[in-house]
């Protein structure tokens, strides 16, 4: 199994903007858009690779894997609960990333 496939990776329709996001929350800061879903998900799949690249260039370790965590129900229950963070990382063990992905509930 390849290192990206331990890391998830988020494709979603953004209102504000009007086109697709892409994001792999607890390891890239940001992420890609555009006006086609698969296009994204592509984009963002060698954006994730060229991530895990650069840790392994500069000799980090690469933060946590995120995959594997069943997200789909976990996205179900906690949205219902209006929790804001699903992936429970702690900011601080991942350098320069995001670690909690921030869902639309208050």
Not at 50 to 57: F, G, K, M, N
Not at 77 to 104: I, Q, W, Y
């Amino acid at each position: 199994m390849k290192d990206s496939a331990r890391h998830i990776k988020i494709v979603e329709w953004s209102e504000g903007d009007q086109c697709y996001v892409g994001s792999a929350p607890g390891l890239i800061f940001g992420g890609c858009h555009g006006d086609d879903e698969k296009t994204v998900f592509a984009e963002l799949c060698e954006i994730v690779d060229e991530a895990i690249d650069l840790y392994r260039r500069e000799g980090r370790p690469l933060p946590p894997a995120t995959a594997g965590r069943d997200l789909a129900n976990s996205l179900r229950s906690e949205a219902r609960r209006g929790v804001k963070c699903v992936l429970g990382t702690d900011l601080k063990s991942v350098p320069c990333v995001g670690s909690c992905m921030v869902m639309g509930t208050d």
